[in-house]
Structure formats: structure tokens, C-alpha cells
């Protein structure tokens, strides 16, 4: 099983849709989650930390659940920007300083 | 302004020629990560720095090393490139490996 798993996509949504990526992780000592952005040939940027209690910015909403060791990305009223890939990365337990990418969830939004 | 900065932006070089990529940073910050990216994957961690401290993925080939001559600056050296290290190479830095990373743009490398 991989250390940290989501689905590949690609997720093909209408403008103005709502679509929602979801991310396991296997180990249960992780500390810290994150959804970052890539797009084609750049490098990714940080879409947003996810906390145990949710957080929340403009149209993304992103959950943790410890207890299934799932964290997700809510995206509404998308938008043709939102075209990119959205990588779930994890940081490793306490004395490790790596962290542990997913390979990516690709989503195209359509006019 | 940029905090992350890689050199070149992008690389060519034929296989076998020893080549340097540079990442430098204005964060102060303590962790340095250099990782490998293939189209279509995540990125590879190829190892990371912990102030001097030097961490080397068990996968990551013997041709690849890397030097942190001080806090700021962080090289990946490839000392016989083959076909199959084209890619893009990105640099990564955190203030101590728990919080958000903040990436360079990357260097796209070609090898002929």
C-alpha cells in the first residue's frame, strides 16, 4: 500500500461545478497535511494546510480525518483556473523531516 | 520577490557530463530538500538537509550528491547523467520539516 494514495483523475467538470478529491495516508503518526497546485511544468504551490478542525479559503474547503486517515479538498463554483493538478502531501512522523507526496489528482474544468 | 531560486532554469547537457544545479534561498530556513520530478508523477524525494545535517533516500542513485556549503545555498550535482535523469528538478525549503514547504521554480534538465 502506498504511503500516501489518491486518485489520478483526471476529474472532467463543468464550470461552476463543485468536485471533491479525497487522500489516504497509511501512517497514523503523521503531523501535517497539504493540498498544493501544480500546474503544467511549474513547480507546486500551497493551496492550503488542513487542520483537524477544517479550513476553509474562498471556494476551497479542505477536512481532516484522523480517524479514517483521509484528508479531502472541496472545490466550489469551479473555475477554468482551477485546471491543475492537486497533490495531497503528508509530513512523515515525529523525527522525520520528509515529506510524502501522492501522485496527484488531475482536474480539467470545461466552458 | 523570489525566496526560492534555482539556476539555471533550464539545463542541457550530454550524457555523461558532469552537471551542477543550484538552489538558493532567502528564508533562513533550516531544511533543504532536493527532489526529482518526471511528467505524469509526484515528486522523488532525492534527499534533504537538516542544517548540515545530510539525509539520503535509500533509492536515490549513487551519480546523484549534493553539497550545502552554508544555510543559504544547496547544490545537486549529477555526475554522469543519463537518458533517464531528464526531468524536472525542484529545491524545496521548511523552517524544520513540519510546516509548509516553499518550492523554486525548478530546473528542467535535458540530456542528449
Known amino acids: 500500500r502506498k504511503e500516501v494514495e489518491q486518485d489520478p483523475g483526471p476529474f472532467n467538470v463543468p464550470e461552476g461545478a463543485t468536485v471533491a478529491f479525497n487522500c489516504t495516508y497509511s501512517?497514523?503518526?503523521?503531523?501535517?497535511f497539504f493540498w498544493y497546485r501544480q500546474d503544467c511544468r511549474k513547480e507546486p504551490k500551497l493551496l492550503m494546510s488542513?487542520?483537524?478542525s477544517g479550513n476553509e479559503d474562498g471556494r476551497f474547503t479542505a477536512q481532516l480525518n484522523r480517524a479514517s486517515q483521509y484528508i479531502s479538498l472541496l472545490i466550489r463554483d469551479s473555475k477554468l483556473s482551477d485546471s491543475a493538478t492537486y497533490l495531497c502531501?503528508?509530513?512523515?512522523?515525529?523525527?522525520?523531516?520528509?515529506?510524502?507526496f501522492g501522485t496527484g489528482t488531475r482536474l480539467k474544468v470545461l466552458a | 520577490d523570489a525566496m526560492v531560486i534555482q539556476n539555471p532554469r533550464y539545463q542541457v547537457t550530454q550524457f555523461g557530463k558532469p552537471v551542477t544545479l543550484s538552489c538558493s534561498q532567502t528564508?533562513?530556513?533550516?531544511?533543504m530538500y532536493w527532489y526529482q520530478q518526471k511528467s505524469s508523477q509526484a515528486p522523488k524525494l532525492l534527499f534533504h538537509?537538516?542544517?548540515?545535517?545530510?539525509?539520503n533516500e535509500a533509492d536515490t542513485p549513487d551519480n546523484f550528491q549534493s553539497r550545502r556549503p552554508n544555510t543559504s545555498f544547496c547544490f545537486l550535482d549529477i555526475r554522469s547523467p543519463g537518458l533517464g535523469d531528464a526531468a524536472m528538478y525542484l529545491c524545496?525549503?521548511?523552517?524544520?520539516?513540519?510546516?509548509?514547504?516553499?518550492f523554486g521554480p525548478g530546473t528542467r534538465l535535458l540530456v542528449l
Open positions: 502531501v503528508v509530513n512523515g512522523d515525529t523525527g522525520t523531516y520528509k515529506y510524502i
Open positions: 538537509y537538516y542544517d548540515k545535517d545530510f539525509n
Open positions: 524545496a525549503t521548511s523552517p524544520s520539516g513540519r510546516e509548509t514547504q516553499y
Open positions: 528564508l533562513n530556513h533550516n531544511v
Open positions: 501512517n497514523s503518526a503523521s503531523q501535517s
Open positions: 488542513v487542520y483537524s
